[in-house]
């Protein structure tokens, strides 16, 4: 009998068209290693593609801007969202008449076929249509708790995820198992440690730089470069090898935690002054206001890099919120203006175990278990008041 390695490269073998997919947040982790991956099936000559849910700004937030890691291998690759999934097939029976011309013109929303017989005629019955088989014949998720996670990727084609395999990768406990094959190690700290090994089992030596360097960085994403407490030997071996296969170390951790602005650290500064936390520092939260942001020159995304540094820095701390106050496009606002604008920004990270979404589900959020967001039509201040309240009820009924 085979084991789930052996399964995962016999599927593998016998794909023609794979789809590497992932999580709509664009997780670090989930980018990388589906780079990685791509990289090394590549190398099988394999066809295969990578789609992802397109972020937009203007929508959510994103646990990390897609930039951040355009510096990988292959990353101009992924796309964002699935093309000509399936064929549609006009057909036309000629058994009684031959085909002399085919023209086609476009008339509005109707795309005509002008087809010339040599001899006889054709009717309406001779006509008929139908849709081919599916683009790609195997399916590859990762760092995805559940389909619903990969967003429009799956809501807008939800029969194919069903009428194809799927191969789920990942390390996460609430993980839903919904493959066919499910390789899910919740000893891993990251998707691109389980792919380490996985790539390893089946050939070392096609392990180059460049996927080294994609494993690394996932490796490097998930531990805060090392500095969360779920490190393992095994992460610290893998890492190891990783760097001695050429992965580019230095470049990585650079890229991810040394380049950040000076404008970020004036933002991070006021997000330190109004900390607060209650439940022995499990729960910790922070308030922004809309003049925070313009004193600072920064953005709503730019608040991926201090959650970032609370989880590193705050280990106590399950859940971290920050509340900020919203301001739509086109409504200017200056310094000193005395005014409340109505509508307020949260975001909520949790630790593992711990559901985000569910914490604040009163606010119809988006996101996923790790990291949920919504907007509240109040005030910065009475929403900081409500918000902490209902959150802090909730944790209360959970083992911390």
Same mark, same amino acid.
């Given at each position: 009998?085979?084991?789930?390695?052996?399964?995962?490269?016999?599927?593998?073998?016998?794909?023609?068209?794979?789809?590497?997919?992932?999580?709509?947040?664009?997780?670090?982790?989930?980018?990388?290693?589906?780079?990685?991956?791509?990289?090394?099936?590549?190398?099988?000559?394999?066809?295969?593609?990578?789609?992802?849910?397109?972020?937009?700004?203007?929508?959510?937030?994103?646990?990390?801007?897609?930039?951040?890691?355009?510096?990988?291998?292959?990353?101009?690759?992924?796309?964002?969202?699935?093309?000509?999934?399936?064929?549609?097939?006009?057909?036309?029976?000629?058994?009684?008449?031959?085909?002399?011309?085919?023209?086609?013109?476009?008339?509005?929303?109707?795309?005509?076929?002008?087809?010339?017989?040599?001899?006889?005629?054709?009717?309406?019955?001779?006509?008929?249509?139908?849709?081919?088989?599916?683009?790609?014949?195997?399916?590859?998720?990762?760092?995805?708790?559940? *389909?619903?996670?990969?967003?429009?990727?799956?809501?807008?084609?939800?029969?194919?995820?069903?009428?194809?395999?799927?191969?789920?990768?990942?390390?996460?406990?609430?993980?839903?198992?919904?493959?066919?094959?499910?390789?899910?190690?919740?000893?891993?700290?990251?998707?691109?440690?389980?792919?380490?090994?996985?790539?390893?089992?089946?050939?070392?030596?096609?392990?180059?730089?460049?996927?080294?360097?994609?494993?690394?960085?996932?490796?490097?994403?998930?531990?805060?470069?090392?500095?969360?407490?779920?490190?393992?030997?095994?992460?610290? *071996?893998?890492?190891?090898?990783?760097?001695? *296969?050429?992965?580019?170390?230095?470049?990585?951790?650079?890229?991810?935690?040394?380049?950040?602005?000076?404008?970020?650290?004036?933002?991070?500064?006021?997000?330190?002054?109004?900390?607060?936390?209650?439940?022995?520092?499990?729960?910790?939260?922070?308030?922004?206001?809309?003049?925070?942001?313009?004193?600072?020159?920064?953005?709503?995304?730019?608040?991926?890099?201090?959650?970032?540094?609370?989880?590193?820095?705050?280990?106590?701390?399950?859940?971290?919120?920050?509340?900020?106050?919203?301001?739509?496009?086109?409504?200017?606002?200056?310094?000193?203006?005395?005014?409340?604008?109505?509508?307020?920004?949260?975001?909520?990270?949790?630790?593992?175990?711990?559901?985000?979404?569910?914490?604040?589900?009163?606010?119809?959020?988006?996101?996923?278990?790790?990291?949920?967001?919504?907007?509240?039509?109040?005030?910065?201040?009475?929403?900081?008041?409500?918000?902490?309240?209902?959150?802090?009820?909730?944790?209360?009924?959970?083992?911390?």
């Amino acid at each position: 009998m085979l084991n789930q390695e052996q399964q995962i490269f016999e599927q593998i073998k016998k794909a023609n068209n794979i789809l590497i997919t992932f999580s709509r947040t664009w997780n670090g982790d989930s980018v990388a290693s589906a780079l990685a991956l791509f990289l090394f099936l590549k190398k099988l000559d394999k066809n295969v593609e990578i789609a992802a849910e397109k972020y937009e700004a203007n929508e959510t937030i994103s646990p990390e801007p897609k930039n951040l890691f355009s510096f990988l291998p292959s990353f101009s690759e992924i796309k964002n969202g699935l093309e000509n999934l399936r064929k549609f097939i006009i057909s036309l029976d000629i058994t009684n008449a031959k085909v002399n011309q085919i023209k086609y013109k476009l008339e509005k929303n109707s795309l005509n076929f002008i087809i010339s017989p040599k001899e006889g005629f054709f009717t309406e019955d001779d006509i008929t249509s139908s849709t081919e088989g599916f683009k790609y014949d195997l399916i590859i998720t990762l760092d995805s708790p559940d *389909m619903e996670s990969l967003g429009k990727i799956y809501d807008n084609d939800t029969e194919f995820f069903y009428k194809t395999p799927i191969i789920n990768i990942d390390h996460h406990s609430d993980n839903e198992e919904f493959g066919q094959i499910n390789l899910v190690e919740l000893n891993a700290v990251s998707t691109s440690e389980i792919l380490f090994s996985l790539f390893d089992s089946y050939s070392r030596e096609m392990i180059d730089e460049d996927i080294a360097t994609c494993l690394l960085t996932g490796i490097i994403y998930k531990t805060k470069s090392f500095k969360t407490s779920n490190i393992t030997p095994n992460t610290l *071996m893998s890492t190891s090898q990783l760097i001695s *296969m050429g992965a580019k170390r230095e470049e990585i951790v650079n890229r991810l935690y040394r380049s950040r602005s000076l404008n970020v650290l004036k933002l991070w500064g006021r997000v330190l002054a109004r900390l607060s936390g209650t439940l022995d520092n499990k729960l910790v939260w922070s308030t922004l206001s809309h003049i925070d942001f313009i004193k600072t020159e920064t953005n709503k995304d730019d608040l991926n890099d201090v959650i970032d540094e609370l989880i590193v820095n705050i280990p106590a701390a399950k859940i971290v919120v920050i509340i900020y106050e919203k301001i739509s496009p086109g409504e200017g606002r200056k310094e000193g203006d005395d005014f409340n604008y109505p509508s307020t920004g949260l975001v909520v990270y949790s630790s593992k175990n711990i559901d985000s979404s569910e914490l604040i589900k009163e606010y119809n959020p988006i996101g996923d278990r790790r990291l949920a967001q919504a907007e509240i039509k109040k005030p910065l201040a009475a929403a900081e008041k409500e918000i902490i309240e209902i959150i802090q009820k909730k944790l209360e009924k959970l083992p911390l």
